[in-house]
Nanobody, 126 residues
Framework: QVQLVESGGGLVQAGDSLRLSCAAS????????MAWFRQAPGKEREVVSA????????AYADSVKGRFTISRDNAKNTVYLQMNSLKPEDTAVYYC???????????????????WGQGTQVTVSS
């Protein structure tokens, strides 16, 4: 069982930056893709970004391309989401998710991810 714990959320102003972290309870360097999703009030959960196990392949939602960067440090069992130029529409609860071991493709479908963190709130004021 993989446990994921997110951190780094908070209240910021438009244009500011935040870095989210997701710490896994077991080694992530065993061949699993991971991703960040977000859910705003009254909206469905959507993918933000995904990364394969090596970190060499990434995917982003169009709304965050050029502003967010996903990365991972398998030695620390941690995935990061660097968020720059934040906008009020980025306000949401951000969730970290992991595929089971061996599933390495960074897909965008939340049903592909079996393990989820509890979420961290990001609020961007205008």
């Amino acid at each position: 069982q993989v446990q994921l714990v997110e951190s780094g959320g908070g209240l910021v102003q438009a244009g500011d930056s935040l870095r989210l972290s997701c710490a896994a309870s077991v080694r992530t360097s065993i061949g699993n893709a991971m991703a960040w999703f977000r859910q705003a009030p009254g909206k469905e959960r959507e993918v933000v970004s995904a990364i394969n196990w090596s970190g060499l392949t990434t995917a982003y939602a169009d709304s965050v391309k050029g502003r967010f960067t996903i990365s991972r440090d398998n030695a620390k069992n941690t995935v990061y989401l660097q968020m720059n130029s934040l906008k009020p529409e980025d306000t949401a609860v951000y969730y970290c998710a992991s595929k089971p071991s061996g599933l390495t493709s960074p897909t965008r479908n939340q049903n592909d991810y079996h393990y989820w963190g509890q979420g961290t709130q990001v609020t961007v004021s205008s």
